[in-house]
Structure formats: structure tokens, C-alpha cells
């Protein structure tokens, strides 16, 4: 059986026009799968008997199966789900304010490798499909409370979303079509390690905020820390950023996850403003929570405090991303809490 979650509005067209049907149809079964996040075809009631009979011959909705959801005392919830093959991912819902953050995964586990970050750690088992994709937000949409709705969504949980970019990318479109999800292009952030090509295409083809774990100034901490630099290094990075086409007043986030004594220095943070210079950016500073199994520490409060002072100093925007949820070890990974909107 082939799940109706994988298809696209462009795909769900060629499936119709093969079935002999109308093409409005193709929108109407797109809306139903995820706008009205039917569970079953037989659900779609403004398609005839006859064709839906037909469809289920091919065609049924399969979601993840959500193992487990862990509640913080701050309204962040953090959700295993399971996939057809048994892989396990987590997706968490960050609530901040008037803020309410979906952090998706896109992969199961990552090959990227950084070493402050426990899915990193842990190794790589293969790219999810949209289906699993979009099964994240609608599991999300179940875990709501009365009159919550989420604001923004981050692929910012287990994962190099560049590394999956196909499906990412059909993610995206269906994240932000009218007759799909329907969130604004400026609520939704991709957020990646560094793969520079990807980058480049992504400035061409995608349509959603970019962010960039940077996590260091120099190449020999960053080699260290984050694999993927020895591919492609920090001035190179840099100059990708610094091409990106940015749509008006858009910038990239730049995070920059702060450990004691490795790249929390005040040259560090000059080193940060100097790089940074003429790429329209914002500063997310996240003082790096530590796991179970990870040889570094957080900074003191007094040090992320001269790092954000140096940097806002500089001209930048800057801002301290305070962990949340923290006693539920929310996110997966990279950037617990890190997130931009
Ligand atoms: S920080 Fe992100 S890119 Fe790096 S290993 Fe973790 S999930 Fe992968």
C-alpha cells in the first residue's frame, strides 16, 4: 500500500490523471490527508463511493505511532514516535511566550556527527519520507491544548535536513501550501550543520528561513567539534552565507551553541562579529546543556553574559536561547530549545 502522506499536490495529479479522474480531485484528497488530517480514505466524504473503493485498492493514510510524550513543567513537550520500520524519532513542542515551536527531525539519527549533540553521537539510520515528515506536525496538531496552535516550525531535531533535501523540501511545500498546513514562509526555519552546496540550492530553489550552526571561529576548533567542516570549512561557509539571496528584510540565524572553554572565549566572540560581517544575520547564543556521555560543560551565567555583550556591541542582534524544557532532555540533539521565529 502506498501512503497518501507521500504524495504532493503535483504528485497526487499524475495519480489522478492515471485513474481517469477529474484533476480537482487531486486537491480535494490533498486537502483531506493534510489539511483535515483524515485517518482513513473512507473519511473523505465529498469523493464518491465508487473512486474511493478504487483508491483503497492502492492508497491508505499511515501515520507514526506516538510511543510516548514527556511534559515539562513549562508547557514543552517532547514526543517519541515510532515509524513502520521500528526507527525511533522525537519531535518536540517548545512553548515560549505567545510561542508555540514544533522542532521536527528530519532523519533517523544523523551521520553528521558533532560532538556536542547526542543523536550526533549516536549514528545514522536513513532519511525520512514526507509522510513521516508531516506525521511529526499532525501527531503535534493531537498533542494540542484548547486554544494552542502552533506558531513555528523548526527542522531542528534529529537530522541534517539538507542531507534529506528532497522530501525536505516537499515538507516545506507542504508546510506552507494553502491547501496544506498552511503556515507562512517566515514561520518555518531549516536549520543546518553546513553542507554548502545544499546551501546554495536551497537559497535557489527553497522558501523558508535558514539557519547555520556555526559553534566555532576558528577551523581547528570546528574540525573538532562539528566532522562536516573538514568538507567544508569556516571561510567557505562564510562565503556561501554571504551570496545567499535573501528575501527582503529576511536574515540568517546564526547559532552558536557556547561550551566552558572551548569556544566561549572573548576572542571567540570577536573572531564571531568579524566573520560575520555583511551577512544580514541574527545571533541565537545557546549555552550547551550537557548529556549524559558528553565530555563538555556549559559556560558560567557571567561568561555567556560578556559573549552576548560582545557581540551586541558589535551591531549585531543577538539573543540568549535559555534551554527549554530541560528536565525532559528536549530536543533531539542539535540545539535544545534553539529555535527562531
Ligand atoms: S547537531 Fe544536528 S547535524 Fe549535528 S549531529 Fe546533531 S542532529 Fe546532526
Redesign the pocket.
Known amino acids: 500500500m502506498k501512503n497518501l502522506r507521500d504524495f504532493t499536490h503535483e504528485d497526487l495529479l499524475a495519480v489522478i490523471s492515471e485513474l481517469g479522474e477529474r484533476p480537482y480531485r487531486a486537491e480535494q484528497i490533498f486537502r483531506w490527508v493534510f489539511q483535515r488530517r483524515a485517518t482513513s480514505i473512507d473519511q473523505m466524504t465529498d469523493i464518491s463511493k465508487a473512486f474511493r473503493e478504487r483508491l483503497k485498492e492502492e492508497y491508505a493514510i499511515t501515520g507514526n505511532t506516538v510511543l510516548e510524550v514527556k511534559r515539562s513543567v513549562d508547557g514543552t513537550r517532547k514526543f517519541l514516535s515510532e515509524l513502520a520500520d521500528s526507527s525511533r524519532i522525537e519531535s518536540v513542542l517548545i512553548a515560549e511566550g505567545d510561542r508555540l515551536t514544533l522542532c521536527v527531525s528530519s532523519?533517523a539519527g544523523?551521520?553528521?556527527?558533532?560532538k556536542?549533540?547526542?543523536?550526533?553521537?549516536s549514528g545514522f539510520t536513513r532519511n525520512l519520507t514526507l509522510a513521516e515528515l508531516s506525521g511529526q506536525v499532525i501527531s503535534a496538531f493531537e498533542l494540542l491544548e484548547g486554544t494552542e496552535h502552533i506558531t513555528n516550525i523548526v527542522l531542528?531535531?534529529?537530522?541534517?535536513p539538507l542531507a534529506n533535501y528532497d522530501n525536505v523540501l516537499k515538507f516545506i511545500g507542504v508546510l506552507t501550501s494553502n491547501m496544506g498546513f498552511n503556515f507562512s514562509h517566515n514561520k518555518v526555519t531549516l536549520?543546518?550543520?553546513g553542507l554548502v552546496p545544499a546551501i546554495k540550492r536551497f537559497g535557489q530553489e527553497g522558501n523558508a528561513n535558514l539557519a547555520v550552526?556555526l559553534n566555532a571561529t576558528t577551523d581547528e576548533v570546528r574540525d573538532k567539534i562539528?566532522p562536516?567542516n573538514r568538507k567544508y570549512p569556516i571561510e567557505e561557509l562564510m562565503a556561501e552565507l554571504r551570496r545567499y539571496p535573501l528575501k527582503s528584510r529576511k536574515y540568517i540565524t546564526i547559532e552558536y551553541v557556547l561550551i566552558a572553554g572551548l569556544n566561549d572565549t572573548d576572542d571567540d566572540a570577536r573572531r564571531l562579529s568579524r566573520l560575520l560581517r555583511s551577512i544580514p544575520c541574527k545571533v541565537n547564543l545557546i549555552p550547551f546543556n550537557s548529556f549524559p556521555g558528553s565530555s563538555f560543560a556549559s559556560p558560567s551565567p557571567e561568561r555567556v553574559e560578556r559573549f552576548h555583550y560582545i557581540i551586541k556591541q558589535a551591531g549585531y542582534t543577538v539573543i540568549v536561547r535559555l534551554s527549554k524544557g530541560a528536565e525532559i532532555q528536549a530536543a533531539?540533539?542539535?540545539?535544545r530549545g534553539a529555535y527562531e521565529g
Request: contains cysteine; charged residues 5%.
Open positions: 532523519q544523523c551521520a553528521m556527527g558533532c556536542f549533540c547526542m543523536t550526533g553521537m531542528m531535531g534529529m537530522g541534517e536549520s543546518t550543520a550552526s562539528m562536516v533531539c540533539g542539535q540545539l
